[in-house]
T-cell receptor, first 113, second 117 residues
């Protein structure tokens, strides 16, 4: 399985500001995914990030609010823009493999005040 | 759309008790099914999986069988331990047209399991 790291591990931000979360994988992967886990709730997919192309966003998530970059096969970033307290969540990246499995990073715990 | 429904929790058991966490799904195709576990203070880990009907996934004493006729993937363990206390998520993934799944995961709502000594 891939080893995935995320930065920062946690942050406290003021409303109206933006935060960029980094996801680094120790091997080359085709697809990466970004999920949100709101307090006490399940995981919801934000978008699928393909290297060299635009990310594919799920219903309810838009590029202006959650811009994603995927410059190479081992790295991706998710930006949470113009934050509000409702954006307080854990944000997780994951990678998929050909055995139908996904492996998750440790998550970034974001608190917006 | 595709969805996963887990039994409502939380679930509280005594050590060595039998565990069942129910999971049913709705999908337009033939999904792969997963159980993920999130231990306190840790990230999400893949516990077990099954990729086709009648497959049984197993790991760490946990088992789940892919039942196409009942669209279910219930998680079981014969004797739970305190260290099994965690949040358990059932999830599905649909293969793309080529049959190789890089597909997104759709999660159930999660079930909190607490095991007392």
């Amino acid at each position: 399985s891939a080893v995935i790291s995320q930065k920062p591990s946690r942050d406290i931000c003021q409303r109206g500001t933006s935060l960029t979360i980094q996801c680094q994988v120790d091997s080359q992967v085709t697809m990466m995914f970004w999920y949100r886990q709101q307090p006490g709730q399940s995981l919801t997919l934000i978008a699928t990030a393909n290297q060299g192309s635009e990310a594919t966003y799920e219903s309810g998530f838009v590029i202006d609010k959650f811009p994603i970059s995927r410059p190479n096969l081992t790295f991706s970033t998710l930006t949470v823009s113009n934050m509000s307290p409702e954006d307080s969540s854990i944000y997780l990246c994951s990678v998929g493999n050909r055995d139908y499995e996904q492996y998750f990073g440790p998550g970034t715990r974001l608190t917006v005040t | 759309g595709d969805s996963v429904t887990q039994m409502e929790g939380p679930v509280t058991l005594s050590e060595e008790a039998f565990l069942t966490i129910n999971c049913t799904y709705t999908a337009t195709g033939y999904p792969s099914l997963f159980w993920y576990v999130q231990y306190p203070g840790e990230g999400l880990q893949l516990l077990l999986k099954a990729t086709k009907a009648d497959d049984k996934g197993s790991n760490k004493g946990f088992e789940a069988t892919y039942r196409k006729e009942t669209t279910s993937f219930h998680l079981e363990k014969g004797s739970v331990q305190v260290s099994d206390s965690a949040v358990y998520f059932c999830a599905l993934s649909l293969a793309n047209a080529g049959g190789t799944s890089y597909g997104k995961l759709t999660f159930g709502q999660g079930t909190i399991l607490t095991v007392h000594p």
